[in-house]
């Protein structure tokens, strides 16, 4: 395992742009790197069970694994469909969406794969991107373009939808559209009490910016878009929340002044920042007491132990 090059306590790479992250700040804990080599990795999910981290690395067409206990890593699925997110259903069946076959599927315990769903109305999804489930067994997932205008993340391929956010009920395969008119919509995930959405949108322009929805009519809508946050010069990703509703979000452009995590209160107002190396695409808790976060970047991976826990929906 390599450490990035620090020997202070704490870490210089764990930034405080606001007090009220010093309380999130452990002084004696440094940001690791876990694991390096891939392309782009994505859509890390923690496995408390099997004590384990499972991602994705999209160019090539895998899913990895790193084993908590050896530090191994190894080839998790290959081929992966170009997997992109991941994340856990309430039964702790991995939920994945696959650009090359533009559809997200769930992984049974005995590793066949279930299609929950490819198409809308008749239409095959564009690439699906990343997924959240809800406490009431509901999959969400966003639907941009990434996968399908190169044959980088997947094969080039035409466009049949619009760019939506959907919800889908895996029991009886009810699928509606929760939100639209977004460019490029991307990573999302839920506050703690579910009563809002966030979700990003990584086309918009001059700037990538970040809403929150009100979750509404028995969790089954949305209403109520407000910008939260304007990502101005710096692109987000994924992201995730704490218990306490903050905002961990994967963040970078290709400098050393925003590449990395940037973390934001309830309220939208920026209050740490995780330097690194590379552009953090996506990220999750995890770790024995989910105080560890696990930061899918570029062609790495890395970890930061933090004092504070992922929200259980993480």
């Not at 050896?70 to 290959?78: D, E, L, N, P, Q």
């Not at 599927?105 to 809308?120: C, K, N, P």
């Not at 992201?239 to 963040?251: M, V, Y």
Request: charged letters at 25%.
């Amino acid at each position: 395992m390599w450490t990035l090059p620090t020997s202070r306590y704490p870490d210089p790479a764990v930034q405080v742009l606001d007090d009220s992250f010093l309380k999130l700040r452990l002084r004696t804990a440094a940001v690791e790197r876990l694991a390096t080599g891939f392309r782009w990795a994505e859509g890390p999910v923690w496995f408390g069970d099997q004590r384990c981290l499972i991602w994705s690395d999209i160019p090539n067409n895998q899913m990895l694994r790193w084993d908590e206990q050896t530090g191994a890593v190894s080839v998790f699925r290959k081929p992966s469909h170009y997997a992109n997110g991941n994340t856990r259903d309430r039964q702790g069946r991995l939920i994945t969406c696959e650009h090359e076959t533009r559809r997200v599927t769930r992984t049974e315990y005995d590793g066949s794969i279930t299609v929950l769903a490819d198409r809308f109305e008749g239409k095959r999804f564009n690439s699906p991107n990343d997924v959240v489930v809800k406490s009431d067994g509901t999959v969400w997932f966003t639907d941009p373009i990434f996968g399908v205008n190169s044959n980088y993340e997947s094969r080039k391929s035409t466009s049949e939808l619009p760019q939506h956010v959907y919800r889908l009920v895996p029991a009886t395969g009810d699928l509606t559209v929760v939100a639209e008119g977004l460019l490029g919509p991307n990573g999302l995930c839920f506050s703690p009490d579910e009563s809002r959405l966030y979700i990003v949108e990584s086309l918009a322009a001059p700037n990538r910016l970040i809403h929150a929805y009100d979750v509404v009519k028995d969790g089954k809508a949305l209403a109520n878009k407000t910008m939260l946050i304007d990502c101005g010069a710096g692109t987000s990703d994924g992201l995730r929340c704490d218990t306490a509703g903050n905002l961990w979000c994967g963040w970078g452009m290709g400098s050393d002044a925003l590449d990395g995590v940037m973390v934001f209160n309830p309220d939208g107002r920026a209050i740490g920042r995780i330097a690194l190396p590379e552009r953090c695409a996506n990220l999750c808790f995890g770790g024995e007491m989910r105080n560890r976060l696990f930061m899918a970047s570029s062609q790495s991976l890395y970890a930061l132990y933090v004092d504070t826990q992922g929200a259980t929906l993480s």
